[in-house]
Every structure is written in C-alpha cells, then in structure tokens.
C-alpha cells in the first residue's frame, strides 16, 4: 500500500507561479514512476508530467517549457513547478504512483489550482 499526500494548490493570477508536492509512504519499490494528472471540470483527467526514479522526464505538450517536474528520493517526494500560468491551467492536480513491481498504482487526493485571468 502506498499513501501519496499532496500540497501546494490554491489561486494564482495568470502569470503567475506555484509549487506542487507529493510525499509517498509506505511500500515504496526503488523502481518507479511518479507523475501529476489533471482533471479540469468536464474534462477527462489527462497527463501533465512524469518522472522515473532513474530521472527521465515527460511533459504533456501544453506545459512543456512552463512547468518542470523534479523529485527529491530521500524524502520520496516529487516537485510540480508551474510558472506562467494560463487560466486552462485550472484544475485538480492529482499525483500517481506506479512501479514495475506491482501491478498497482497510487493517486493522491488532489489539490485544487485555480487560475483567474
């Protein structure tokens, strides 16, 4: 079982800036992928970046170059940047955890970002 507890959301101006985490606990396998998920309101919850435990990075085409993602492994917590933020920025972050040695994955409660123009 692993526990995934998220921080950082809350309401931004477009432009500005916001800083995610996500702590995990409990059965954490060294062989993972840890990533952040949106859902706006009537959307489906889409892909907005992953990060292996071997660093490799992928961003959804939509925030490439605005939002970077980062882990720190001793504390088993992975960062969500999000700079110059865009009002379709708005949405429940959620944070997955997953690895190859369990056929589960994870997902935090969601923190809200709302972005007003």
């Known amino acids: 079982q692993v526990r995934l507890v998220e921080s950082g959301g809350g309401l931004v101006q477009a432009g500005g800036s916001l800083r995610l985490s996500c702590t995990a606990s409990?059965?954490?396998?060294?062989?993972?992928?840890m990533g952040w998920y949106r859902q706006a309101p009537g959307k489906q919850r889409e892909l907005v970046a992953t990060?292996?435990?071997?660093?490799?990075?992928n961003y959804a085409d939509s925030v490439k170059g605005r939002f970077t993602i980062s882990r720190d492994y001793a504390k088993n917590t992975v960062y969500l940047q999000l700079n110059t933020l865009k009002p379709e920025d708005t949405a429940v972050y959620y944070c997955?955890?997953?690895?190859?040695?369990?056929?589960?994955?994870?997902w935090g409660q969601g923190t809200q970002v709302t972005v007003s123009s």
């Open positions: 409990g059965r954490i396998f060294s062989i993972n992928a």
């Open positions: 990060i292996t435990s071997g660093g490799s990075t």
């Open positions: 997955r955890y997953s690895s190859t040695n369990s056929p589960l994955a994870y």
